[in-house]
């Protein structure tokens, strides 16, 4: 008994020292991204004026990125891809991680409409094997390293633990929940790193990070607007799949022709960025800007932003601008709830609630992990409107050419 306690203890310890190194690694690719951000988007074009800089510097973007899909092919791969790769072959290939980490930041910094997390758990799973094949006076517990190293960065980059912990294993079909140890050693290793990772932003500086949403003040007659704000949350999430669909095609239409895609998306994404640069990047820091200036937009330009956002999302994916989703949804959302705010008249906070939950259950299919995701956003006293938007969004039927 006692032998087997060691081992979970050592299962424990051995958890939350990954975690604090998987903060470090995320810690530092995001300060580098936030850098080359600042350096590109904002210091240059303030110093000299070039005419059409936003559609020129997505331009180099897409070459760059063009010429690493050629040579490398799709990569990195997304977060459900790591994951099923990692499930069906009990490991993930590490040789090519540096050029993983530099696919991974590439759209990024060029504005790409997609978030880290995608680049960024490939990165993570392949140290993790790469760990487990290096270290194995570790024992049978480097095996379980990959999907500690999963929940860790979903935990660390969302700053949720809950949803780090949740979203791998819930979809559909299934939820089933780890033994205890291994729970122990998720959590301590997202806590671990959420600690590094706060430590290393507050001394050397980060990322601007997500916006904190106030308290919901509404009147009872609001509460009867919730009904048509979901409505149109849900239908904002069955365009994200027929964008999903339709980019699809056209990217089999150019049959594995990397750097013309590549180029292709960059010309898409500068000219609509230049029209509209708040559609641009994961939208983290669009949010904030978002949540400052919305008043100022016209009603139906509020509408039109999502619609872009979701296009630009798929766009960039599916033409080797790779990355994760969840940021830019979550900002097509919030400004879906903005707009239906402005439209009928009730409190941003309430609309805006419903919509980021709805529109990102339309598209993940895990209400639970929406949740927990979007408490990153709102305090817990939203939760009842974020819960209840999540589960109906999730129950809605989705049409067979969409699924």
Not at 34 to 53: A, Q
Not at 57 to 75: A, M, R, S, T
Request: aromatic share 12%; with cysteine; net charge positive.
């Amino acid at each position: 008994m006692k032998a087997k306690n060691d081992n979970r203890i050592v299962f424990i310890l051995l958890g939350a020292a990954a975690g604090a190194v998987i903060g470090g690694i995320i810690w530092a690719f995001m300060r580098v991204m936030h850098l080359l951000i600042e350096l590109l988007w904002d210091y240059i074009p303030g110093v000299v004026h070039i005419p059409g800089y936003t559609v020129l510097l997505c331009l180099l973007g897409g070459i760059v990125i063009g010429i690493i899909q050629k040579k490398y092919g799709p990569c990195p791969d997304d977060l459900h891809q790591v994951m099923a790769k990692y499930k069906r072959d009990g490991r993930y290939p590490y040789h090519n991680v540096l050029t993983m980490l530099i696919a991974a930041l590439m759209p990024l910094i060029f504005g790409g409409a997609i978030g880290p997390e995608a680049g960024l758990t490939g990165v993570i799973v392949g140290l993790c094997c790469w760990a487990g094949d290096n270290f194995k006076y570790a024992g049978k517990y480097m095996s379980e390293l990959p999907e500690i190293g999963i929940s860790a960065t979903l935990g660390i980059v969302f700053r949720s633990p809950l949803f780090g912990f949740i979203e791998p294993i819930e979809n559909d079909d299934e939820f089933v929940l780890p033994k205890a140890s291994k729970t122990t050693a998720i959590f301590c290793a997202v806590l671990a790193g959420f600690g590094i990772f706060m430590m290393l932003s507050k001394f050397l500086g980060s990322g601007a990070g997500m916006p904190r949403f106030e308290k919901v003040s509404i009147e009872r007659g609001e509460l009867l607007f919730a009904v048509p704000v979901l409505a149109i949350s849900v239908v904002l999430g069955y365009v994200y799949m027929i964008f999903d669909k339709l980019t699809q095609a056209a990217a089999e239409k150019l049959g594995g022709r990397y750097f013309i895609m590549s180029v292709i998306a960059a010309l898409v994404l500068g000219i609509i960025g230049a029209v509209f640069p708040i559609a641009m990047f994961s939208g983290e820091e669009e949010i904030q800007k978002l949540t400052e200036t919305y008043t100022q937009y016209p009603v139906y330009l509020l509408f039109i932003i999502p619609v872009i956002k979701v296009f630009l999302i798929n766009m960039c994916i599916r033409f080797g601008w790779r990355g994760g989703s969840f940021f830019p949804s979550i900002f097509a959302g919030v400004c879906l709830g903005y707009a239906c705010s402005a439209a009928f008249g009730i409190d941003p906070v309430f609309a805006v609630s419903i919509s980021a939950a709805a529109v990102m259950t339309t598209i993940m299919r895990k209400p639970l992990a929406v949740a927990l995701l979007l408490l990153l956003c709102f305090p817990a006293s939203n939760l009842i409107y974020i819960l209840a938007s999540a589960f109906l969004a999730s129950i809605m039927p989705v049409p067979k050419s969409l699924k």
